[in-house]
């Protein structure tokens, strides 16, 4: 881990200090002492013989935000070290404005027992440079078969329990999950798609799939599961978090839940309400993803969801690949595309489109996904590890892979002109990253 | 007219022009097929690789001789389709033979869109033997050869295509060729092998065939493959063939002149009777001797470059 000279003392001059947590949105100084927010206010005085202690940050026409959390990302260690490491996918969180990462128990082992859980903790401990919140296998090996040890996964310091990458089949064993989840307060996350209905599909299902003569997976694929889900959190009284929600039918499904009553949380990913289906006429794998991109009317029903609050969160399902698993026939190519450095902009686009005021954006990156993980991040309270990102709201720039501190290049994003980045992040009053590096 | 593309891989991308053009100059091939010496010295010195990932008989001979009357030398592979375990990729496999400095690639492969991906990495020409479910152009030009050869014209013509729509690159080929002529073409066939939203490529969808027939001035039956019925798609291939058979007894009903084609290889007594596909309205084997002069032209398009 390589770290600049890091001052624990700063002080970031009239940015705008917007923390959904607090309801706040002012133009603000925010005085960071020993890597601990001190005073967040206008104007803010330090006294002469103090005055040389703290380096100034010039945050004028900047967003000074929460530390951006993204609840879903493939960290890939242990066992594919060669798509991405626990190092280079923390760089890339960080680049991309983000402090904390939840990460996916999908590795090789697969994070299905404490020892696993305490690895990849302090690994992120050695060599990260954000905190990493490692959420545990629902299933042991993802098999779908029996509960992993839930109790000590948490102990461990798990955040969460998670088959993602696959569905829990068995209706049967995702009830006992949530509910043996319950007993230890830890959110059950959903991979919500229905294997069978999907029969080998690649891309979305209708009109572009029958002219690409690609199998197609329907929206119902991911429906009937979320409708699932959501009736089992009913019965058990537990908390569900449905990860990836790409259709227009599965919001309506969480929207109504939420009306009722039904514990249940929801995030959506970037690609879900940019691309559309029509793109991969390319045939270029970049594009091929898990649940797959869908219509037009699916992208402005996830908006719609965003906007609404049906959607809770924004969360990238950075999910790495090399060109040994991308550069292949669309049919065998891997599923997945990595998002940790594009997540941002695309968001502050639909900020620009008017989907989302600054603070609902920021919400759904920081207090919100905090709150599901009960994680005592994403806010800028006084006293707090000063856990904070600069955003450059203005900046234009074609976005390159190139560029990228992944390990790995599979993004669709990469040649698009963007506007917004996170500049400057900081991890417990440290800057951990600065777009003048 | 002047054939200007590098690569032939789908009828989607071809407009009427070119379509008509193709299909004079296989017509124009046809009469070298018949003569005692079938050759001609059009592309000595060009080199052309079949390419085939994906087993292939008819389709890959027909091509072969297509390239041999035309006096190219050709070589074939058969490679095994790629795997993120082990053997070479289908584009490290490409990359090799481009290295050997062929003119044409004649790809098949069972991966939907392959042909595309791989063309955009080569400079040689490529064609499209079959592609997954997706396109294949060949097949569809050397249809509409035959239909031409019996019809005056593609204009207004109702086409009926029969059977499993959902897995078949012909019959994707064939509503975007036809259509494009002017023909009406209908996809037939239980509601599980027809695939959503179709009726957008300009088809229309019907479920009941013996609705269908009397107005058919063709009749493209398309091969049902064994396998459906382990996929749900079918509960027995006895049920298929009772209701989307084309059988002598479903044929009274149709027009004294249909023409009954079939794009190969048979299933005798599943989606065709013996005595239709021997009938006299069976041009099945006409298909097939049209498919070399259609193939003649693609590689004399393509070759000539």
Redesign the interface.
């Known amino acids: 881990m390589k770290l600049k000279a890091n001052p624990a003392n700063l002080i970031l001059r009239n940015g705008r200090v917007i923390d959904p947590a607090r309801g706040l949105d002012s133009i603000a100084d925010v005085l960071i002492e020993e890597g601990k927010i001190i005073e967040i206010g206008p104007k803010i005085e330090i006294g002469a013989q103090k005055r040389g202690q703290f380096d100034p940050i010039d945050a004028e026409g900047k967003w000074i935000v929460p530390g951006l959390i993204d609840m879903h990302v493939h960290l890939r260690e242990p066992g594919e070290e060669y798509k991405e490491t626990i190092a280079s996918g923390t760089r890339a969180a960080v680049a991309g404005g983000f402090t904390s990462v939840a990460c996916m128990p999908n590795t090789r082992p697969v994070n299905d027992c404490a020892a696993l859980t305490r690895f990849i903790l302090s690994k992120a401990e050695t060599e990260g440079v954000c905190r990493v919140f490692p959420v545990a296998a629902i299933s042991k090996g993802l098999e779908g078969k029996n509960l992993a040890e839930f109790g000590e996964l948490r102990s461990a310091g798990a955040v969460a329990v998670s088959d993602d990458g696959r569905p829990v089949e068995s209706s049967l064993l995702m009830r006992r999950a949530l509910e043996y989840a319950k007993t230890f307060d830890l959110p059950v996350i959903s991979h919500c798609e229905d294997l069978g209905l999907c029969s080998g599909g690649l891309m979305n299902e209708g009109r572009v799939s029958t002219r690409l003569g690609l199998r197609g997976i329907p929206g119902a694929a991911e429906e009937v599961m979320a409708a699932r889900d959501i009736i089992l959190a009913e019965l058990t009284g537990a908390r569900v978090h449905l990860a990836h929600i790409s259709t227009a039918g599965s919001v309506a499904l969480i929207r109504e839940a939420k009306k009722r009553g039904v514990l249940v949380t929801a995030e959506t990913a970037p690609h879900y309400f940019t691309l559309e289906e029509e793109l991969l006429c390319s045939f270029n794998p970049v594009y091929k993803v898990n649940p797959p991109v869908r219509t037009r009317e699916d992208i402005e029903a996830v908006k719609a969801g965003l906007r609404d609050g049906t959607l809770d969160v924004i969360a990238s399902d950075h999910a790495p690949h090399s060109t040994v698993e991308k550069e292949l026939e669309f049919e065998f190519a891997a599923n997945g595309m990595i998002g940790l450095e594009s997540s941002l902009p695309l968001i502050l686009r639909l900020v620009r489109e008017g989907v989302l005021t600054p603070l609902e954006a920021i919400a759904k990156l920081t207090r919100n996904p905090a709150r599901i993980l009960s994680i005592p991040f994403g806010t800028l309270a006084e006293g707090v590890d000063a856990d904070l990102t600069l955003i450059d709201p203005l900046i234009k720039y074609t976005i390159d892979v190139k560029t990228f501190e992944s390990k790995s290049r599979n993004c669709p994003f990469d040649g698009m002109e963007a506007q917004g980045r996170a500049v400057m992040t900081l991890v417990e009053g440290r800057v951990v990253f600065s777009v003048s590096d | 007219m002047q054939f200007k593309r590098k690569d032939l891989l789908g009828i989607?991308e071809l407009d009427v022009s070119e379509i008509e053009y193709i299909l004079d100059l296989a017509r124009s091939f046809k009469e070298i097929n018949e003569r005692s010496i079938k050759k001609v010295p059009t592309l000595r010195g060009k080199t052309v690789i079949h390419l085939f990932f994906e087993p292939s008989t008819r389709t890959r001979t027909s091509f072969d001789i297509a390239a041999k009357r035309l006096s190219a030398d050709t070589y074939s592979i058969t490679a095994s389709?790629?795997?993120?375990v082990k053997g070479e990729?289908?584009?490290d496999t490409l990359k090799n033979l481009e290295a050997m400095k062929p003119d044409v690639f004649v790809i098949r492969?069972?991966?939907?869109?392959?042909p595309?991906?791989l063309a955009a990495r080569t400079t040689a020409s490529v064609i499209n033997a079959g592609?997954?479910?997706?396109?294949h152009p060949s097949q569809a030009l050397l249809d509409m050869l035959t239909i031409l050869d019996n019809k005056k014209s593609l204009r207004d013509l109702n086409v009926l295509i029969v059977g499993d729509i959902f897995h078949s690159?012909v019959a994707?080929s064939n509503i975007w060729g036809l259509t494009k002529m002017g023909a009406r073409v209908v996809v037939c066939g239980p509601a599980t092998l027809i695939?959503?939203?179709?009726d957008?490529?300009g088809a229309q969808i019907s479920n009941r065939l013996d609705q269908c027939i009397p107005q058919a001035d063709v009749i493209m039956v398309l091969r049902l493959q064994k396998e459906r019925q382990q996929?749900m798609l079918l509960p027995s291939l006895r049920e298929y063939s009772t209701w989307y058979g084309i059988n002598a007894k479903r044929l009274e009903q149709a027009k004294p002149d249909v023409l009954i084609m079939h794009p190969g290889p048979i299933n005798r007594g599943v989606e065709i009777s013996p005595e239709v596909a021997d009938g006299p309205r069976s041009v099945i084997l006409d298909q097939v001797t049209n498919g070399v002069a259609v193939r003649m032209a693609l590689l004399f398009l393509l070759g000539q470059r």
């Open positions: 989607r389709t790629s795997s993120v990729t289908a584009l492969h069972s991966a939907s869109g392959a595309w991906q592609d997954g479910m997706h396109e690159r994707r695939p959503p939203n179709i957008s490529m996929q």
